[in-house]
């Protein structure tokens, strides 16, 4: 299929702004309340925010979430965001607060971390009306019991092995949404497209 003609504009002063590999073209991307996201970038830098070409940022940090750190993050941004909101060491009510304050805000979704358990997946999707994102960071994680539990898309961290964790849930559950980063080259963002051929991976 011939490629479509897609015109470009850029202006003098934003035409160095960091930019997402063309691969991410290939991508299906994920819909979410009617928008297609492709690309998203990882950072809470709004300097970078307000100079990066990708379709949504992930906020999620080394540190306990803090409401002023994301409501920064969401109001200086011009792309959805999916703010971290702990699940970690961060636990509890706090996790419920933070996520209800992000929703408050205007982010597309709440990002947990890897030792969330299922029950404050359940009782978040209770009690907010945006997507749960729940980070694997191993081919050991219970997949089916995290979506029972409520998540909705499925964040894939596993440095060298994330290619073969996204092969393995993509096997068993065909249609869940999943994030996953695709490497450091166009090649590598290529090789994940094969697991990416039906739809929802970004």
Same mark, same amino acid.
């Given at each position: 299929?011939?490629?479509?003609?897609?015109?470009?504009?850029?202006?003098?002063?934003?035409?160095?702004?960091?930019?997402?590999?063309?691969?991410?073209?290939?991508?299906?991307?994920?819909?979410?309340?009617?928008?297609?996201?492709?690309?998203?970038?990882?950072?809470?830098?709004?300097?970078?925010?307000?100079?990066?070409?990708?379709?949504?940022?992930?906020?999620?940090?080394?540190?306990?979430?803090?409401?002023?750190?994301?409501?920064?993050?969401?109001?200086?941004?011009?792309?959805?965001?999916?703010?971290? @909101?702990?699940?970690? &060491?961060?636990?509890?009510? $706090?996790?419920?607060?933070? /996520?209800?304050?992000?929703?408050?805000? %205007? *982010?597309?979704?709440?990002?947990?971390?890897?030792?969330?358990?299922?029950?404050?997946?359940?009782?978040?999707?209770?009690?907010?009306?945006?997507?749960?994102?729940?980070?694997? @960071?191993?081919?050991? &994680?219970?997949?089916?019991? $995290?979506?029972?539990?409520? /998540?909705?898309?499925?964040?894939?961290? %596993? *440095?060298?092995?994330?290619?073969?964790?996204?092969?393995?849930?993509?096997?068993?559950?065909?249609?869940?949404?999943?994030?996953?980063?695709?490497?450091?080259?166009?090649?590598?963002?290529?090789?994940?497209?094969?697991?990416?051929?039906?739809?929802?991976?970004?």
């Amino acid at each position: 299929m011939e490629e479509k003609f897609l015109p470009e504009i850029d202006g003098l002063l934003r035409k160095h702004m960091i930019r997402v590999p063309k691969a991410i073209d290939h991508a299906s991307g994920i819909r979410i309340f009617g928008k297609l996201i492709k690309s998203l970038v990882f950072t809470t830098d709004v300097a970078i925010i307000r100079n990066c070409n990708a379709n949504a940022v992930i906020a999620v940090y080394p540190f306990t979430p803090q409401p002023i750190i994301t409501h920064s993050i969401i109001n200086c941004s011009d792309v959805p965001v999916f703010c971290g @909101v702990g699940g970690g &060491t961060t636990k509890g009510p $706090r996790v419920l607060n933070l /996520a209800e304050d992000a929703e408050f805000q %205007g *982010a597309v979704g709440v990002v947990l971390n890897a030792p969330t358990p299922n029950e404050t997946i359940l009782y978040l999707k209770e009690k907010i009306d945006i997507p749960i994102v729940i980070t694997v @960071v191993s081919e050991k &994680t219970d997949i089916r019991a $995290r979506i029972e539990a409520g /998540a909705d898309i499925i964040n894939v961290s %596993g *440095a060298g092995r994330t290619n073969e964790i996204v092969r393995q849930i993509r096997e068993e559950f065909p249609k869940i949404p999943i994030i996953a980063t695709g490497g450091p080259t166009e090649e590598s963002i290529l090789l994940m497209n094969k697991y990416r051929e039906e739809e929802h991976i970004i």
